[in-house]
């Protein structure tokens, strides 16, 4: 990758300055400037290869934003080729195997940059050639799973498919068949809700494990082909796709399944495939609580894991707000604000719902789009190492923003509020 951009700044110069450059080899005979040409020939040349795709794409990418941009991109690779200094090496008596084979990939690569189409599908990893319609069929089937309203039942006693999860030995494990038959009725519930207004008790207060937020209020967001965005990531076969430069990922969006030119490569679908850190749940400390710590080393930017919950409009949020006042703990973050949704997390979420508050944190959270919807992602803002606890600043809002802090660390504020 550093070899790709120091050679784009290369071509880029050459392509701003390359008349002037021939005209200084034809005028003055300047054999060093020819010979930097030839250099340059040789190259384009050996970066095409056998297959000059991945360079032509490079290319493309780069100085082929419009249809003149990409006709002077390849009256110069012509101009490359045909230049005196260029075609005395290539051409003359004394021209070897080398040369021939050199001067056939650059006329292959001007070829392909000549064929719109070609390369287009090859950028696209065959997205491009593919009709609206089978595009619109693949999106229905990534969207048919998460498309009906949620449920907005609270108790446990109507969990869904998502599964009850219980904390055993700091791991997470979730419940069913005859066992969670124990999480049910009326004495179980009396037991959840005073172990809410305590916070007491040997493990965590049960909870129901999501793989996306689940909307009470409205449907997921349709998308649509038109509006689908893809990257212009390079497909490298074999290894990760979209690892760095990401258009897409760049503006903190995922890419889209069958939309990304890296395909199954692509590593820009982390909230998607929850591709999330190893993370254990401990007691956290003196009025603490329990805290979530990091079951492996996690370098700086990288995905901790996502904060999910149930999704909540202004109305729903104030009916449960109510509701949770005895509570000893919440669990809001707000994901949108035009329009204000937020996130409770109480008794639908992941193992996010266990992060602590600090004032100096090693976490910060991140709002990034995963197929159309808002999603709130836990990114390590250093490197964190096995066993330490993870934390971010809460910065709550409403009335629990003057809820004492004991974080602990020094400059602390003494409040969770911003």
């Known amino acids: 990758l550093i070899l790709r951009d120091l050679f784009l700044d290369v071509a880029s110069l050459l392509i701003k300055t390359f008349d002037r450059l021939v005209a200084q080899t034809q005028a003055e005979d300047d054999g060093a400037v020819a010979h930097r040409l030839v250099q340059v020939f040789r190259l384009y040349a050996r970066l095409a290869g056998d297959d000059p795709r991945p360079l032509a794409a490079v290319l493309w990418n780069k100085f082929a934003g419009t249809e003149m941009a990409r006709e002077r991109l390849v009256m110069h690779i012509h101009n490359l080729m045909q230049c005196r200094c260029v075609s005395e090496v290539t051409a003359g008596k004394a021209a070897t195997e080398t040369d021939r084979r050199d001067v056939a990939a650059l006329k292959e690569l001007a070829r392909l940059l000549e064929d719109k189409e070609a390369l287009m599908d090859y950028v696209s990893n065959g997205a491009h050639a593919r009709s609206s319609k089978e595009m619109e069929e693949q999106l229905q089937r990534l969207q048919n799973p998460d498309m009906d309203v949620a449920q907005t039942q609270v108790s446990f006693s ?82 990760p796709g979209c690892v760095f430069e990401c258009a897409l990922g760049g503006q903190k969006t995922e890419c889209t399944p069958g939309f990304c030119p890296c395909g199954q490569d692509c590593t820009n679908m982390r909230f998607q495939k929850c591709q999330f850190a190893k993370l254990d749940v401990c007691k956290a400390g003196k009025n603490r609580g329990w805290g979530l710590y990091a079951a492996e080393n996690i370098p700086a930017g990288n995905l901790a894991t996502e904060y999910m919950g149930e999704v909540c409009n202004r109305k729903t949020y104030e009916r449960r707000r109510r509701q949770y006042e005895e509570e000893m703990n919440t669990y809001w973050m707000v994901l949108n604000t035009e329009p204000w949704e937020v996130l409770d997390a109480s008794r639908k979420s992941t193992l996010g719902r266990f992060l602590n508050h600090s004032c100096s944190p090693n976490c910060e959270t991140q709002r990034w789009t995963s197929l159309g919807e808002t999603v709130i992602g836990v990114f390590a803002i250093r490197d964190i190492s096995n066993g330490e606890e993870l934390t971010f600043d809460y910065q709550m809002f409403d009335g629990a923003s003057q809820k004492n802090c004991y974080c602990g660390a020094p400059g602390c504020r003494g409040v969770l509020g911003s």
């Not at 038959?181 to 493990?203: I, M, V």
């Not at 996306?212 to 209020?217: D, E, G, K, S, T």
């Open 158 to 239: 109507e969990s869904g498919d998502n599964g009850l999860s219980i904390i055993q030995n700091g791991q997470c494990v979730l419940v069913q068949g005859q066992e969670a038959e124990r999480f049910k009725g009326p004495l179980y519930e009396k037991h959840l809700a005073w172990q809410r207004r305590t916070g007491q008790g040997d493990n965590p207060v049960p909870f129901v494990m999501l793989r996306r937020n689940m909307y009470l209020h409205r449907k997921y967001a349709k998308l649509n082909v038109e509006h689908v965005e893809s990257c212009n990531c390079l497909p490298r076969p074999g290894k």
